[in-house]
């Protein structure tokens, strides 16, 4: 009996699914094209007040001051490359411990960190992209020459990310830059690296992240067993309107993924009891608690599903004819005719 509990245990383990290095690195290109501020050549400069009149900026500051605060910074500004990396990897959640400051600091930890592994070297701005994958961190190589003096770190999404949030846009990558002279130093911009081009034809070195993230492999089995179904899309003049559609949604798989996460660790502690203690009488309360915990990861699984679905329907049922309707829920377009 011990024996079997003991490969239960384990069997039970590694159905959590694997590290997948391209989902971590899928989060790391969307959290990049989703904080973008602008396109290649599209610059801001570093006063106080072009920061607040952008919206773009704005949102890509705001997320920056809730992960570490620009202010501990003794030197450079938000649109710094090495700002406009770590935001988006800390923002992301693949890797919370990011260096947050100093390309030659964040080169130290991805080499030192075990998280990171280098998958490539002596690529330049311009060069084929195929040899990169969404989510690669690259970095100046400070062991080629003098370039040390001259680094420089950028992120490659793919297109596929960019897509997402800039539609049309055949952008690949995204890059900030920090200048003292004011007006060429501009935010997290969108560029498409096989065609860039930079004036020091500098070397770079690929890396990948290559750690743990399970609460990432949980969320996207979540997901997996989602993604049979397909929703029908919400009309912008709805009941419930889009954006507190996606809060709800997006509670209910916390929620989901929260009790997932306990049932797994109460089953582990049943198992436990079971080994250590009355095995005929300990084994029965497990098999009893097991049932209902099946029945409960059932419905914690399809929950965010049905929440969608009922969602769905009360727009449906209760729909709004018309943009111009006077319910102050519906968004109002204007004739741009």
Known sequence: ???????????????????????????????????????????????????????????????????????????????????????????????????????????????????????????????????????????????????????????????????????????DAIQGSYSYTPYEAFYPSLFKAATSWEPPNRSYVIFRYDGEDYVGNITKWVEQLQGSFELEKIDVCSIISGTLKDTLNTLFQYISLAGIILLIILTIIDLIKVITGNPTENFVKFGQNIKARIITLIILLILPFLITLIIDGINKIASITGYQSDNPLCAVVENKE
């Not at 094209?33 to 890509?60: E, M």
């Not at 500051?61 to 700002?83: E, K, M, V």
């Not at 030659?104 to 084929?128: C, F, L, N, T």
């Open 1 to 171: 009996m011990k024996k079997l509990c003991i490969i239960f245990i384990i069997t039970f383990l590694i159905m959590i699914p694997s590290v997948n290095a391209s989902s971590e690195g899928n989060r790391i290109a969307d959290a990049g094209a989703k904080l973008a501020v602008g396109l290649n050549g599209n610059y801001y400069v570093r006063s106080p007040g072009t920061r607040v009149s952008d919206p773009a900026a704005q949102k890509y500051i705001n997320a920056r001051d809730s992960l570490i605060p620009i202010r501990s910074y003794l030197g450079g500004d938000y649109a710094s490359c090495d700002i406009t990396v770590s935001t988006i990897i800390r923002y992301s959640g693949v890797d919370p411990n990011f260096e947050p400051f100093a390309v030659p600091k964040q080169w130290d930890y991805m080499v030192a960190s075990g998280k990171w592994e280098i998958v490539g070297r002596g690529y330049h701005i311009g060069d084929d992209s195929s040899r990169l994958r969404p989510g690669d961190v690259l970095v100046v190589d400070r062991t080629v020459g003098n370039q040390e003096a001259n680094m420089h770190i950028w992120i490659f999404l793919g297109n596929k990310a960019v897509q997402k949030y800039w539609p049309g846009n055949d952008s």
